[in-house]
Each structure stands twice: as structure tokens, then as C-alpha cells.
């Protein structure tokens, strides 16, 4: 019968909550570590239970003759200490891998295996060390700054809502928080209001909307994750979804890794959200679930790493699900050359931005949590403008990165624009992807009401358009509550306390969106 042991290991002023489950047979094994902060439900649950349970859960590894030593994190479920997002994470981890090594059922060899924020975990442990051959790190990005911002927009429907919920989630269980709280001005005095406490980490975030800040470079803004993984030169199956909250970046650190490195790894992208929750998304593609379609994939992965057993995806390339074409494909997902272009329209459409009175959208699509669900009416507000595209003469395959031109201006020093592109089905409008920018980003001697060009680029997608749709683009100037409402006013906008109304304009006949099209 396979044996658990518990421990808590004491480290840093915490006691670290530790379960190590090792196979029926006697003798040393490859171990695969899993560190996880979402384990309150398992806080006051007996050793024996826990045991079971996990027996059942880690069967596939151990039957396959791993040993699986899994940790509740700082200041969740068993473990004690605080919950700070990111803060101790590498020198926990570091200090696991150790006390791993000093075990008698170490073999030599460990893997690294999570999900979200349980990859992040093993993120943090870059450089990598030599005992350390290969890993499974699925939905989610490396770099700090996409969790936080796009193109300087805060996003609530990320770290926002999340960062909340996960901070000292024991010592400060209850927080005064609803979405709406991101709204207060200043914004730099959410902490204080929210946690009744200053939240240094967490400050400074909302002080750095600028990708290039020397910032996100220092601990706070995630040094210790930043390019973990592009000469990591070991065997690392990347998994993101179409609707995931990180599939940008995961392109991102996919296209970054060294030739040597990417050789040895592999991409998979399914059709669906954060996890694969096919049951929550607009469409269920039956045969898009990866788990079902290649049960057990990350086993067989480690196994393949250790020469017991065929690889489960082609390494060296991007193994992905191409959207209402109904297939899996394996190539290098590289952007195709050839762009088609599709101007907005005749005009000049005009509408009124008020901070006081956000827009709405359904779904975070690939950039915030909510996955793809049916969009809402066209033109539901005075201040969403809907434009579609004609109907397309034959079925068109656009793979990779949709881009669009915006030609704009507005009345203020100051202001965001936000695109969101859907395709539409007989059944609705599948939403596709979004963008958010403002002026800013373009021109830090902005005049107003003169015209500028704003650029926006799409995280990658692979779908099919058929014959006799048409695509639907609906521009506003906010998205709540994925993003923080921009005030219109010029400056750093967690400092902001006024808002002011925006009169912003769009020129539809220099504006347009380009698809990458495939054949």
C-alpha cells in the first residue's frame, strides 16, 4: 500500500504544512512537487482523510512510480504564517527542494508540476538546478506586469479581485471589498480601505502602469519570474487555453525560449478558459478538452523525459485546437504573413465617456477571468459604438495575431479607447478578443481634439470564419469591472482624485483591423 507521511517543516518564522506520498514498492524515487495556496478547505480536515483523498487524486503518479511531495503555502490550510501573493514563494520553494533532497526516498531527480499560481511557485525557483529535469507549468505567465496591466490598464478581472482574496487570507479573513471598490479616489488609498492596513507589495503595484519601469524588475514587480524559463534547457510542457487569463504571455514566453530550450519543450493551447472549464464557456467543443482527449497527459510527460514511455505532443511545437474547424493541430503557430485588412467605415462616430458610469462587457476573454460567454446586444449604451464587417464570401482561417488602427480624439489631455472583436454565429456573438489603450501610451504632449492614430494588438487565436459571417467590433472607452475606469485626466491615474466626461470621436474611414490570415 502506498505511504503518506505529514510534516511541518518550519522555515521563516512558518510552520509549512507538508505531505509526502510514496509508492507501494520500497526504494527511491523520481519526485514531483506541488505547492499550492488554494487549500482552505483542507485547513481542518484530519490526516487520514487528507490521505485518502490525496491517495486517490496522485494514483496516476504513483502507480507510474513517482513520489509526489505536496505543500499548502504560507498562510493557507494547514500551513501557517501570512499570505502575501508572491512574497516568500522562491525561498519556500528553495527550501522545499532542499529538504526534499535530504530524504531517504530522493532519487536524483525532481519534477516541478502546477497550475496557475501553483506553476508561478515553481516559476520563482528559476535558475533552475540540476536535479531538476523537467516540469509541467500550465495557465500561467512569467511576467508580473501582464497580471497586472494591459497597456497600463489595471485589471480588476485578474489580479485585482484575486489580489484581494488571497492576501493574509488568514490573519485579515474578511476585507471590505466589492469590484466597486477599485472606483474610490484615490485608488492609492485601497489598501488602507480595503485590507484597514498598508499593503506594501500591493502599493507599489498600483504606482508602475508602464511596462518598461525599472519596477518590474525588483522583487515587488516580480524579478524572480521574469524570463524564468527562456535558457531553462529542460524538457517543460507549457498549457494555456484560447480564453485563458495568460495566453498572451504564454505566447510570449513560448516565442522567447532559446532554440536549445524550445527543442526540448512543448506548447498546448485548448479552445477553452482558465483550468479548461469547458462547461462555462459559450461554445463546449466536445472533442476540445484536452484532458480527456490525452488522459493523464502530464505523467506521460515525465515519463517520456525518463525513456518509459512515447511523448504525448511533439516537442518543438504548438500542439493547438483550431476553433469551429473541429481540430487538433501541431505545427510551429508561427503568424502568417498575409493580412486582411477590413476598414471600420464611413465617418466620424462621436460618444461621451463618463468615468461615473462605466461600460459593460460579457466575459474576460484572454486577458481577464471569465473565459467566453454569449455577448451582450450591439450598440447596448450611447457610449459602445458597434461596427461589423461585411458577411465573408468563403470560409477563412485567421491564425494568430488580429491588429487594428484606431483614428482617434477626444476633448481631454487624457483617455483609453477599448476594442473588443466577436464573431458572429447564428446562436450569438462568440466573443473573440479585446484590447484596451490610451493616449497616452501614443503621445505624452497629447492636444486635445486633434486626431491620433492608436495601435492595438490581439492575443493570438486560431478559428475559422465560415462562409456568410461577419465579425463584430465594438469600441468604447472602459470595461468594467475588468479594468479600472481611466478618469480622462493626464497622470499617474492611482493619484487621481476627480474624474472628468470625455467627448471622444473615432474616424471609422482611417480605421481598420487586419486579420493574420492562413491558409
Known amino acids: 500500500m502506498s505511504k503518506v507521511s505529514f510534516y511541518y517543516i518550519d522555515f521563516n518564522r512558518a510552520e509549512l504544512f507538508t505531505m509526502v506520498c510514496l509508492p507501494e514498492e520500497k526504494g527511491t524515487f523520481p519526485t514531483v512537487i506541488l505547492r499550492s495556496p488554494y487549500v482552505d478547505a483542507e ?51 528553495l527550501f522545499l527542494h532542499d529538504w526534499i533532497r535530504k530524504q531517504s526516498f530522493y532519487n536524483g531527480e525532481l519534477y516541478l508540476f502546477g497550475h496557475s499560481y501553483n506553476a508561478l511557485v515553481h516559476f520563482v525557483t528559476a535558475p533552475f538546478a540540476d536535479d531538476i529535469k523537467g516540469a509541467v507549468l500550465k495557465g500561467f505567465d512569467s511576467e508580473r506586469y501582464n497580471g497586472a496591466y494591459r497597456n497600463g490598464s489595471y485589471k480588476i478581472g485578474l489580479f485585482g479581485a484575486w489580489y484581494v482574496r488571497q492576501y493574509k487570507k488568514k490573519s485579515i479573513p474578511n476585507k471590505n471589498y466589492t469590484d466597486e471598490c477599485y472606483n474610490m479616489l484615490p485608488l492609492c488609498e485601497f489598501s488602507k480601505t480595503v485590507f484597514g492596513e498598508a499593503a506594501e507589495a500591493f502599493d507599489e503595484m498600483l504606482k508602475h502602469p508602464n511596462r518598461d519601469d525599472d519596477f518590474w524588475k ?7 519570474t521574469h524570463n524564468a524559463i527562456n535558457h531553462a534547457n529542460i524538457p517543460i510542457l507549457l498549457v494555456t487555453g484560447f480564453y485563458d487569463i495568460f495566453t498572451g504571455g504564454i505566447f510570449d514566453m513560448w516565442n522567447a525560449l532559446d532554440n536549445e530550450t524550445k527543442s ?31 488522459p493523464h497527459f502530464s505523467v506521460k510527460w515525465f515519463d517520456a523525459i525518463r525513456g518509459n514511455e512515447t511523448l504525448p505532443f511533439e516537442k518543438g511545437k504548438v500542439t493547438y485546437y483550431k476553433l469551429f474547424d473541429h481540430a487538433w ?42 473565459g ?74 497629447y492636444i486635445p481634439n486633434t486626431e491620433i492614430e492608436m495601435d492595438f494588438s490581439f492575443d493570438e487565436h486560431a478559428f475559422v470564419i465560415k462562409r456568410g459571417e461577419k465579425l463584430r467590433i465594438d469600441i468604447s472607452s472602459s470595461a468594467f469591472p475588468l479594468y479600472v ?33 492562413s491558409e
Open 264 to 294: 526540448k519543450c512543448a506548447l498546448v493551447v485548448h479552445p477553452f478558459d482558465h483550468g479548461c472549464k469547458c462547461d462555462g464557456q459559450a461554445i463546449v467543443f466536445e472533442d476540445g478538452n484536452i484532458y480527456k482527449e490525452v
Open 485 to 517: 475606469r481611466h478618469t480622462n485626466n493626464k497622470g499617474m491615474f492611482s493619484q487621481q482624485t476627480t474624474t472628468r466626461v470625455a467627448d471622444n470621436s473615432v474616424n471609422l474611414e482611417n480605421s481598420y483591423i487586419e486579420l493574420p490570415i
Open 329 to 370: 493541430c501541431c505545427d510551429d503557430f508561427y503568424t502568417a504573413n498575409k493580412y486582411e485588412k477590413f476598414v471600420l467605415g464611413e465617418g466620424t462616430v462621436t460618444y461621451r465617456y463618463d468615468p461615473e458610469d462605466p461600460a459593460t462587457f460579457n466575459g474576460g476573454l484572454s486577458a481577464n477571468f471569465g
Open 43 to 93: 485547513e481542518n480536515i484530519e490526516h487520514a482523510e487528507l490521505a485518502k483523498n490525496k491517495l486517490i487524486q496522485y494514483k496516476p503518479w504513483l502507480d507510474h512510480g513517482y513520489a509526489v511531495v505536496y505543500q499548502h503555502c504560507r498562510g493557507r490550510g494547514k500551513s501557517t504564517g501570512d499570505c502575501i501573493p508572491f512574497i516568500n514563494e522562491r525561498e519556500d520553494g
Open 218 to 224: 525588483t522583487r515587488y514587480g516580480g524579478v524572480e
Open 372 to 445: 467566453n460567454v454569449w455577448q451582450s446586444p450591439p450598440n447596448l449604451r450611447s457610449d459602445i459604438i458597434t461596427l461589423y464587417t461585411s458577411e465573408f464570401t468563403k470560409d477563412t482561417y485567421v491564425k494568430g495575431k488580429i491588429r487594428a488602427k484606431l483614428a482617434v480624439k477626444t476633448n481631454c489631455e487624457d483617455t483609453c479607447f477599448y476594442m473588443r472583436i466577436s464573431l458572429c454565429k447564428p446562436e450569438g456573438d462568440y466573443g473573440l478578443r479585446d484590447d484596451i489603450n490610451q493616449i497616452s501610451n501614443i503621445s505624452d504632449e
